[in-house]
C-alpha cells in the first residue's frame, strides 16, 4: 500500500473528519494568541510608529497568497499524473482562500504604505507581482466556474495552473527588472543585519504558523465539501438519465 | 488599548479589513459545507426510497 | 500542413478581411488616446511606446478567440482531431497563420502610427524590432488561451482574462526595449528576454494547447 | 478473417454519466453496420467513442492506427470557401490525391465554385459527405448521414458505401432511416447503462 | 419584453458571468497600461481619467458582437422577429441588457481601480458621473454596430472598426468632464453634451439597428 | 371560405438570383400542405419569403397579420437554458399561457430542467418543435421539421399537426420523408425560374 490509498475520496472523507475540529482550533488559539501578543505586548517601531502592528497580518497573510498557489500547482500536477479527484479538488478548494489572502496583503499593504510612502499603491515590484498573482488566482476560479462538466475543468484548470505558473515566475523577474521599487527586502531572514527585531519576530511566528493552520483547516473542509458537491453532480446526473 | 498615536486609523482599519475578509471567507466556507451536505443526505435518501 | 495555413490564411483574407481589421483597430485605438488623454505632445510621446503596445497586445486579442471557435462550431474541430495530423502541428500552424494576419502587419503600421503619438526619432527602430520579436509570444500564448476556452460560449471574455497576466512578461520587454529606444538609451537587454519568452512559448504551449483542446472536444 | 473493428465490452459516457455499457461487436472489412435506438440512447455518444474523440469509461475499441473517418451532426464545411476549395483541404490535410471522383460521385460538378455558404441544406450536406471519399480512409464512421438528403442523394449515398463495401472498406452507420443497405442492425438501446451496485459510494460518484 | 429582458440578463449571468468578466477585462486594461507607460505616478494620475475612460469603453465593445450574433446563429432572431414584439423593443431590451450587464458595473468599479492610476482626489465623483451617464450611449450605440454585423462571419472586429468613430464624440466629453473634475476645475458643461449623446443615441438608433437587423436577416 | 394563406405569383430569390417564380395556392384553415422537390430546388427560400423573412421578388403573400410561426433549419434553443427556461421564454414573448402541453405533446417533461446544450440532436429538434405549440399561430410554417427524429417522435409531431389542423390552424411543411400525414403535396420542381428573356440585361440585374 502506498501512501496514495489516502487520496481515495472515502478514505479520505475518514481520516480527514476527526482532524478538521482539532486543526481549526489550533488555528484560532495560534492566530490570536500572536494578535494579541502582537498588538497589545510590543512596542512601537522607532520608525514606524504603531503602523509596525500591520506587520502581524501582512506578512503572514502575503505568505500565505504563495503558499497557496504553490500548493494548487502541486495538487494539479497529481491530478493530471495520478488523476486522484481529490487532488483536483484540493486545489479547487485552496483558490479562494488564496484570493482572499492575497486581498489581505494587498489591502493591509495599501492602507500601511499611505503613511509610510506617502502613496495607497506604487508600481512596486513586490506589489506589482501580488497584483498579478492576484489575476491568476481570478482567471483559475473564472474557469472553475464556466465549465459545467467537473472532469473537464479539473484537467484544463490543472493546465492553466502549470502554464499560469511559468508565466507568474516570469513577470516576477520582469517586474523586478521593470523597477526597483519601495518595498521592505526579506526581514525574516536569518541573516541578523536585516532581521527584524526580535520582540517583533515571536508573535509574528505565532501568527504565521496561526495562518497556516488557517489555511489547512480550510482546505480540508472546502475540499470534503467539494468532494460531497462532485458526488452530487453524479448523482443528479445519473438520475437525469434515468428519467430520460 | 494601547496607544495607537498618530497611525490609529491605519493599524485599526487594516485589522478591521482583515477580519472582515477572514470573517467572510470562513463564513462562506462553513455555509457552503453545510448546504452541500443536506443537498446530497436529500439526494441520497431520494435515490435509496424512490 | 501547408493545406491548413493557406486554409487559414484564405479565410482570414476572405472572412472580411483579416489583415485590414486588425489594423484598423490599432489605428482607431491609437487614436482614441490622445482623445482620452488630451493633445499634450510632451505628454504623448512618453507614453507613445507603451500605447502602441498595447495596442498591438489588444488588437491581436480581440482575433484570438476566433483561432479555434469558429472551427470548433462547424465540426472541423472534431474532424481535424481524428486526420493524420498531430494536434501540436495544428495549433503551431494556426498560432502562425494568426501572426501572420495580425502580428506581422501591426508590426509593420505601428511606426506609422508613432508618429500619430509624437514617437521620438530613435524610438521607431526599436518599437520595430520589439513588436516583431514579441508579437510571436502573444500569438502562440493567445492559442494556448483561445485551446481552454473553445468549448465555452462567450469563452471570448473568460479567454481575455486568462490570456492578459499570460501576456504581461512579453509587454513589459517589450515596452521597456522600446522606451528605453525612444529616449535613446540601448534596450538589448530587455530585447534579449522578450525573445527568450518568445522561444520558451513556441517549444512548450503548442503541447499545453493541444492537451486543452483534446480535453474540450471529449 | 481479421476483424476490421472490435469493440469489446465498451461503457461510454456523456458529462460523466454512463450512457451504454457492455457494448460488443465486430465488424469485418466489407461489412456495413447499422446503429438504431431512440433519440437520446447513445449513438452519437459510441459513435464519437469510437472515433477516439472521447476516452471510453470501460473497455475498449480495436482498430488500426489511422483507419477511420468520422462524420457527425456537423459538417466542418467552411462557408467562406468554395466547395472544392473545402474539399482540396481535406484532401491535402489526409494527403491523398484529387477531389474529381468525389466531386462526380456526390453531384457536385456543377456547384464546385459555389461558396458553401450558398448551398442548400442538402447540397451541403453532400459535400459533407463527400469529405469521406476524399479521406482515403478504411472505416467510415457516420452518424446520421442523410439528414436533409432528398431521395435521390439518399440513393447517391447508399451506392458510395456499397462501393466502399466493394473495396473492403466498412462502415458503421447511426441513422433513424431506412438507407436500403444489406446491413447488420444493431440496437443500441439493448445496452442502456444501469446504476452499477453502489458498495462503496465515493467511488461510484468518481468512476 | 420583460421576458426578453430577464431571458438575456440570465443568459449573460450563466455564460461564465457576464459581469464578472466585463469587470475582469476592465481591471486588466487598466492593470496593464502602467506597465507599458512605466511605473511614474505623477505621469499615471495625468492619464488616468483619460485611461479609465477608454478601458470601460474597450471592455464594453469587446462584449457587443454578442448582443445578436449568437441569438443569430442559433435562429432565434429568425423567430424573433416573426414574433409580435416590434424589433426596436428588442433592440432597445437587448441595448438595456448589455448596460446593465457591462456599463452599470464598469461604472461602479471605475473609482477602486482609479486607485491604481493615482487618480487625483476630486477626479473619482466626476469619473464616476461622466461613466454612468455616458455609458449608456456605448451600449446602444454598440446595439446599431453589432445590429449591422450581425450576419458577417468574423463580424466582431469589422463591428469595432465602425463602431469605435462613432464613440469619440462620448468619449471626448466624458473624459474632458472627467479630466476637469481631477484638476479640480468645473466640469459640467461637457457633461451635459455627454448626456445630449446619451438622449439622442437611445431615440433614434433603435430604429436604425432594426433596420439594419431586417435587412440583415433577408 | 377564406383561404387562411394565399399565395399569388409569387417568385422568390437567394443571393440576388431568382431559384421560384410563379407560385401560386392557397392553404385553408384545417389543411395541411407538404412541400416536396429535390435538394436545391427552393424550399427554404420559399419558406422563408412566406414568413416574412425576405421580400418576394415578385407576387404577393396574403395572410392576417402575426399569423405565421416559422420554424426552420436552427432551432433557436440556447443552450446554456434549461428546456423550461427555454419554452418559457417564448411563451413570455407570444404572450401566450403555460408551457405545460408543450411539454406533455412532445414528452419533454423528464427532461424539463436539463440544460438544453446536454439533450441529443433528436431531443433539441423536439425543443424547437414544442415552441410551435407555445406560439398559439394558426399557421406553421415548417422546414424539414423531422430530422435526426426517431419513429416515435415522427409520430408524436403528426399528432402535433393533426391536432393543430382539428383546431383549425393550417400548416405548410416542407420534407423529404413521409410524415404520415393527409395533406396536399406540391412539387416546387415545377416553379423552377427560368432565366428571362435575356433583354435588357442591367434591368435584370437589378430587378
Ligand atoms: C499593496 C501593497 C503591498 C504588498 C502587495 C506587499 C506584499 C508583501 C509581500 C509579498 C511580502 C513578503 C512576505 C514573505 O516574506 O513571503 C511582504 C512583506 C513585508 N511587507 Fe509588504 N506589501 C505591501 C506593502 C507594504 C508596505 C506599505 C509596507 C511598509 C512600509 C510593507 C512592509 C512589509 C514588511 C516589513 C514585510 C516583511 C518583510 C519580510 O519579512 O520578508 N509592505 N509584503
Ligand atoms: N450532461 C449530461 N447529463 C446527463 N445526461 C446527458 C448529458 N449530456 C447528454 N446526456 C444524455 O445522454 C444521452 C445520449 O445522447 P446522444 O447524443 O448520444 O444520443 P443519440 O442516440 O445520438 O440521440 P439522437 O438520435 O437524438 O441523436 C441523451 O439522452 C442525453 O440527454
Ligand atoms: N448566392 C447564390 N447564388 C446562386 N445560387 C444560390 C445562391 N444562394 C443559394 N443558391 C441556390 O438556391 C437554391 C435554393 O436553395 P434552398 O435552400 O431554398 O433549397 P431547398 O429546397 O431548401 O433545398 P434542401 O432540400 O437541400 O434544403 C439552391 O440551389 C442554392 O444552391
Ligand atoms: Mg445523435
Ligand atoms: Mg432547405
Known amino acids: 500500500m502506498s501512501i496514495w490509498k489516502y487520496a481515495n475520496p472515502l478514505k479520505f472523507m475518514g481520516w480527514t473528519g476527526p482532524i478538521v475540529v482539532p486543526m481549526a482550533v489550533l488555528a484560532t488559539v495560534c492566530i490570536l494568541t500572536g494578535i494579541i501578543w502582537g498588538f497589545f505586548f510590543t512596542p512601537d517601531d522607532y520608525r514606524m510608529g504603531s503602523s509596525v502592528k500591520i506587520i502581524y497580518i501582512h506578512v503572514p497573510s502575503a505568505m500565505m497568497a504563495i503558499n497557496a498557489w504553490a500548493m494548487m500547482l502541486v495538487a494539479s500536477l497529481i491530478w493530471l499524473v495520478r488523476r486522484h479527484h481529490v487532488s483536483a479538488l484540493a486545489a479547487k478548494a485552496a483558490a479562494p482562500i488564496g484570493v482572499v489572502m492575497t486581498l489581505i496583503a494587498l489591502i493591509t499593504g495599501a492602507i500601511w504604505g499611505q503613511p509610510m510612502w506617502g502613496t495607497w499603491w506604487a508600481w512596486d515590484p513586490r506589489l506589482t507581482s501580488f497584483l498579478i498573482l492576484l489575476l491568476f488566482y481570478i482567471g483559475y476560479m473564472a474557469m472553475w466556474q464556466a465549465i459545467e462538466n467537473p472532469d473537464t475543468a479539473a484537467d484544463l484548470t490543472s493546465v492553466l495552473c502549470l502554464v499560469g505558473s511559468v508565466f507568474a515566475i516570469l513577470s516576477r523577474y520582469a517586474v523586478n527588472f521593470w523597477n526597483q521599487g519601495l518595498h521592505q527586502g526579506a526581514s525574516l531572514s536569518l541573516d541578523a543585519e536585516e532581521n527584524v527585531a526580535d520582540v517583533f519576530w515571536f508573535p509574528l511566528v505565532l501568527t504565521i504558523v496561526g495562518f497556516v493552520l488557517l489555511f489547512i483547516a480550510l482546505v480540508l473542509i472546502r475540499t470534503r465539501t467539494e468532494i460531497r458537491a462532485r458526488r452530487l453532480f453524479s448523482l443528479n446526473a445519473r438520475e437525469r438519465m434515468n428519467d430520460a | 488599548m494601547p496607544e495607537l498615536g498618530k497611525y490609529a486609523a491605519e493599524v485599526l482599519a487594516a485589522y478591521g479589513a482583515t477580519f472582515l475578509l477572514l470573517a467572510g471567507l470562513v463564513w462562506a466556507t462553513w455555509a457552503r459545507s453545510i448546504r452541500v451536505r443536506r443537498a446530497l443526505e436529500q439526494a441520497l435518501e431520494q435515490r435509496d426510497n424512490g | ?218 | 478473417m481479421n476483424a476490421a473493428l472490435k469493440v469489446i465490452d465498451l461503457a461510454v459516457q456523456r458529462g460523466s454519466v454512463p450512457v451504454l455499457s457492455g457494448v460488443s461487436f465486430a465488424l469485418q472489412a466489407g461489412q456495413a453496420l447499422v446503429l438504431r435506438g431512440p433519440n437520446g440512447s447513445g449513438k452519437t455518444t459510441l459513435l464519437r467513442t469510437i472515433a477516439g474523440l472521447q476516452p471510453p469509461l470501460a473497455g475498449e475499441v480495436r482498430c488500426a492506427e489511422d483507419a477511420i473517418a468520422y462524420a457527425g451532426h456537423a459538417d466542418g464545411i467552411k462557408s467562406m470557401l468554395s466547395v472544392a476549395e473545402n474539399l482540396t483541404f481535406w484532401a491535402s490535410i489526409y494527403g491523398t490525391g484529387s477531389i474529381d471522383t468525389a466531386l462526380v460521385t456526390f453531384d457536385l460538378r456543377a456547384l464546385m465554385n459555389r461558396r458553401a455558404q450558398n448551398l442548400s441544406a442538402g447540397q451541403k450536406r453532400r459535400l459533407g459527405l463527400a469529405r469521406l471519399l476524399v479521406a482515403g480512409r478504411a472505416i467510415w464512421v457516420l452518424d446520421e448521414p442523410t439528414v436533409s438528403l432528398d431521395s435521390a442523394s439518399v440513393k447517391t449515398f447508399g451506392d458510395a458505401v456499397r462501393g466502399h463495401l466493394a473495396n473492403g472498406g466498412s462502415a458503421i452507420i447511426a441513422t433513424h432511416t431506412d438507407l436500403g443497405l444489406e446491413a447488420d442492425v444493431l440496437d443500441v438501446a439493448q445496452f442502456r447503462a444501469t446504476r452499477i451496485g453502489a458498495k462503496d459510494i465515493f467511488d461510484e460518484a468518481f468512476g
Open chain 3, 1 to 218: 500542413m501547408i493545406g491548413l495555413l493557406m486554409r487559414d490564411l484564405r479565410l482570414a483574407v476572405r472572412a472580411g478581411g483579416g489583415f485590414g481589421l486588425g489594423l484598423a483597430f490599432f489605428l482607431i485605438v491609437t487614436v482614441l488616446v490622445p482623445f482620452g488623454v488630451g493633445p499634450d505632445t510632451g505628454l504623448l510621446a512618453r507614453i507613445a511606446p507603451g500605447i502602441l503596445w498595447i495596442g498591438a497586445l489588444l488588437a491581436c486579442l480581440l482575433s484570438l478567440d476566433r483561432i479555434f471557435q469558429l472551427d470548433f462550431e462547424d465540426g472541423s474541430l472534431d474532424l481535424l482531431a481524428t486526420a493524420p495530423v498531430p494536434l501540436e502541428g495544428v495549433v503551431a500552424i494556426k498560432a502562425l497563420a494568426h501572426w501572420l494576419t495580425t502580428g506581422l502587419p501591426l508590426t509593420l503600421a505601428a511606426p506609422v502610427l508613432g508618429v500619430l503619438l509624437n514617437l521620438p526619432g530613435p524610438g521607431f527602430i526599436w518599437l520595430l524590432v520589439s513588436l516583431a520579436i514579441g508579437t510571436p509570444a502573444l500569438s502562440i500564448i493567445g492559442a494556448f488561451g483561445a485551446a481552454l476556452t473553445v468549448g465555452l460560449k462567450r469563452g471570448g471574455l473568460l479567454m481575455s482574462l486568462l490570456v492578459l497576466p499570460l501576456y504581461v512578461p512579453s509587454l513589459i520587454f517589450g515596452t521597456e526595449a522600446a522606451r528605453r529606444g525612444a529616449e535613446g538609451l540601448a534596450g538589448g537587454a530587455p530585447l534579449m528576454f522578450a525573445a527568450g519568452i518568445t522561444l520558451g512559448s513556441l517549444a512548450i504551449l503548442p503541447f499545453a494547447a493541444a492537451a486543452a483542446l483534446r480535453i474540450n472536444l471529449r
